[in-house]
């Protein structure tokens, strides 16, 4: 296999699958979807590693099915952090002006200003992402960057997870023979490839619907304002699947997979589903309207916990755009229906946003995060993926500065 230069990995560790995205950069700038592969994970619950070496070695499959399909070595990625260990606050910074104009400098001073806060010794920042500056009494500002003042503030959204669950997912990658370019959260991974920039604007929230957690992120002009994991999932349904049908719990997910349904309401009564039984006997025939019957009662009790996070987020009468659903549960029909009637605000299903490439493998809300991954790596810097370095790499304090200041606004947008 080859090396190539402009390329950049996402990889989604996830609770029921790995997936590994491979993008290439053209010279244009676009983005190109060039490598896929997934990988069935038992090493992680609820986002969190529980056993390191099946969690390594489904990396190490989805790396390997990607880079056949992409033709090229896989040394370094950007991987997504999940599970109950996130939590976030929001908080503000501020300085004095240099020379009475707002630079890069400045920013970066602020910024690093709202991150100065006390958090648990067990706990690291991840994203510090700026909502928005002011520069003395003038609010909503964006960019400030040349701005005349004399006192610059900077709104910010601060997410932090547990020291060893970020480690033990890097150290994961790193047995499998991976270098870490950055660990960051899903939710804004996934925002990054399912949203649009007038629903962030007008106030819209991110459900992603993972095998072992929900993810929440709540988005109002144009920046993250408010996150959450709850600690139920797609996870949940295949339980629930497994005990009401009598089945074992592979063929519960394949059912789920196959003939699952959100509302009852789109299922029609003579419609009928073949199931295994449990200890090999003959399956037996059940009606879909029983599985429908299983799957909805969970799924509007997750909408009811998301609402509930929303409600205490203090956001919720400005969510203009209403709620975008991804993550694998979000391919089961009647999704957005239902949760239109349990939330009473506009739902649709959010699919990764048109690439390059082999678009239409990634074409689907399972791999909204690791598109998302490699969207913000884009963003961020161009990384080749061959020796781990990355191109345009200038020396001096001034770039490294610039450098930090455009990862921490890019993450924003």
Known sequence: MVRRDEIIVGLDVGTTKVVAVVGEVRENGLLDVIGVGTATSTGIKKGVVVNVTQTMEAIKRAIHEAELMAGCTVNAVYVGVSGGQIKSFNNRGVVAVQNNEVTETDIARVIENARAVQIPADRQII?????????????????????????????????????????????????????????????????????????KELGVVLVDIGGGTTDIAVFY????????????????????????????????????????????????????????????????VR????????????????????????????????????????????????????????????????????????????????????????????VEERAPIGDGKRKGRGEGRSWQLWQRVRVWLSEAF
Request: net charge negative; aromatic share 2%.
């Open 287 to 378: 009606k879909r309207t029983l599985l429908c019957d299983i799957i909805e009662p969970r799924m509007e009790e997750i909408y009811r916990l998301i609402e509930k996070e929303v409600q205490e987020s203090n956001f919720a009468d400005v969510l203009g755009s209403g709620v975008v659903v991804t993550g694998g549960s979000a391919l089961m029909p009647g999704m957005a229906g239902l949760g239109e009637e349990v939330l009473g605000m506009p739902v649709r299903v959010g699919l990764p946003r048109p690439v390059g490439g082999l678009y239409d493998l990634v074409k689907a809300p399972p791999y909204s995060t690791a598109v998302g991954l490699v969207l913000q790596g884009a």
């Open 127 to 199: 994203h510090t992402v700026p909502q928005e500056f002011l520069v003395d009494d003038n609010d909503g500002i964006k960019h400030p960057v040349g701005i005349s003042g004399v006192r610059l503030q900077a709104n910010v959204h601060i997410i932090t997870a547990l020291n060893t669950s970020v480690q033990n997912v890097v150290q994961c990658a790193e047995r499998a023979g991976l270098h870490v370019l950055k660990a960051s959260a899903e939710m804004l991974a996934s925002s990054l490839a399912v949203l649009e920039e007038d629903e």
């Open 221 to 284: 002009n144009g920046a993250i304002v408010h996150s959450a994991v709850l600690a139920v999932g797609g996870d949940h349904i295949t339980n629930d699947i497994a005990v009401g049908l009598r089945t074992p719990r592979a063929e519960a997910e394949r059912i789920k997979l196959k003939h699952g349904c959100a509302l009852s309401s789109l299922v029609e009564d003579d419609e009928t589903i073949d199931v295994a039984c449990v200890g090999g006997r003959d399956p037996i």
